[in-house]
């Protein structure tokens, strides 16, 4: 028995050595690209509780996302910024976003034209899926060249995707009605996708931990 022990805690050492490794030689490979060719932007409210978001379909194999790169700007607005990015399964009444996949919470965005990026994410997702960026305070709402000047943020868009697909429409949640609304007749949103093929490191390690934690139980109720 004391044999058979010392089996599994080196079967379980042999294990962790190989997982990071394993996370430590596979690169996260581009899923989604849409950032070469600008078109125009998508402008909203720095506030608006609204989320646009991008229905679309990944390339590769890969369906585990670690992280997620969006293209924006601003203007007139302050210091303090925040938004969220939800990731949302296209499983609702007409195909419409339904089931949330992931949430990033808030998180300060930058005061400038920028990239911004969200790593360490880990969640999979189907091959299409629908991603949203929102906002939270009043309303508002224009497609390219608006006539007024509010306080805004933009999300630029670009097209066509150099790998995946989308459409060119977009989905809204109407700040009033809460139900999402498909915007027909525009380009597609600038974002990158990174994803990988196996799970977050930290949850392979974990399992092998726990092998030898039981190794070690078992010695110990042996002897």
């Known amino acids: 028995m ?3 022990s010392a089996c599994l805690v080196i079967t379980a050492f042999t294990f962790i050595t190989i997982l990071i490794n394993t996370t430590t030689t596979f690169a996260d490979s581009i899923v989604y690209d849409n950032t070469i060719t600008p078109t125009y932007g998508v402008v909203f409210g720095s506030g608006s509780s609204t989320e646009l978001g991008d229905e679309i379909t990944l390339g590769g194999t890969d369906r585990i996302i670690t992280d997620f790169i969006f293209y924006y700007n601003t203007f007139n607005v302050g210091d303090g910024l925040t938004a969220k990015i939800r990731f949302y399964k296209n499983d609702g009444q007409l195909g419409i976003p339904n089931t949330l996949l992931y949430d990033s919470g808030s998180f300060t965005l930058p005061v400038s034209d920028g990239i911004y990026t969200l790593n360490d994410i880990f969640v999979e997702v189907p091959d299409s899926f629908t991603w949203t960026f929102s906002w939270e ?14 306080s805004f943020v933009s999300l630029l868009t670009y097209d066509p995707p150099v790998v995946g697909f989308s459409d060119n429409y977009y989905w809204s949640l109407d700040y009033y009605t809460s139900s999402w609304i498909k915007e027909e007749g525009a ?3 600038g974002v990158k996708i990174m994803a990988t093929s196996i799970p977050e490191p930290s949850t392979l390690l974990l399992l092998g931990s726990g092998l030898i934690g039981l190794a070690g139980l078992r010695k110990r109720f042996k002897t």
């Open 187 to 189: 380009s597609n949103f």
């Open 137 to 150: 305070t009043e309303p508002f709402e224009c497609i390219g060249w608006c006539m007024i000047t509010p």
């Open 2 to 4: 004391k044999r058979f």
